[in-house]
């Protein structure tokens, strides 16, 4: 099958054989399934390629199960997730595996600008979220920025992450979580002129929460976590099971 699909009507179940028998293609930057109502359920998919697989934006009460990811790609400066929710509400997540996602990298610019996330689930200002029985592999985020000056600066590399919450997101719980083979992003390249500084590699988390509150975990694995790497000079970045900033 080839997407996208855009769900703007409540009530509606998107309900597939199985995710190792329907796969959803999509071309870079592309979403499989767009909501943008309440009462939706995308279940028993795999998508491979896009940008996210399924994504909720100012939406309550839905669930994503049974489903796949493998492949998505972001951009440069843009994330890259298996499920992203924003200003979303009472959203639950289970039963999913997440394969080989890699963040777009940050734009080479006077300054290098810093690369975005990466990961399986991510939730931006949302509240009630529930994932369960995640398994999240082979999640590599962007490089930083590159300084196109000789008195530019590099930036950071992208975090890399299981899952993600930002931007106020409240009461985030996360159960069964297994994690590993992720990676941030390695560091921008400053200028040539003296003065200036490399970026630092970006950090790796199985669960990470930045500007967030009321995070529940349990029962949860992680291994194989990779920080970013630093070029000469810079900071390598630092692997952790759980970062909250």
Known sequence: YVGPVVVDGAHVVIDGAGRDEVVLDLVEGETGV????????????????????????????????????????????????????????????????????????????YHGVAAPAAGAVWAAGSSAIEVTGLEATNV?????????????????????????????????????????GLIGGAAGNRGGNSGTVYGSGGPAAAVAAIDSSGLILEANLAWALTGGTGQTGAHHGAPACVRAS
């Open 140 to 180: 590599t985020a962007g490089r930083g920025g590159h300084a196109t000056s000789g008195y530019g600066n590099g930036s950071i590399g992208g975090l890399a992450a299981g899952v993600l919450a930002t931007a106020g997101s409240l009461n985030l719980r996360v159960s069964g979580l297994v994690a590993h």
């Open 34 to 109: 767009l909501v943008t109502a309440d009462h939706v359920t995308v279940a028993g998919v795999t998508f491979r390629g896009g940008q996210f697989g399924v994504r909720f934006l100012a939406a309550a009460d839905g669930r994503v199960v049974a489903c796949g990811g493998q492949g998505q790609r972001g951009p440069v400066n843009l994330p890259a997730f298996l499920v992203a929710m924003e200003n979303s509400h009472r959203i639950t997540v289970r039963d999913l595996v997440a394969d080989d996602i890699q963040g777009g990298h940050g734009k080479d610019d």
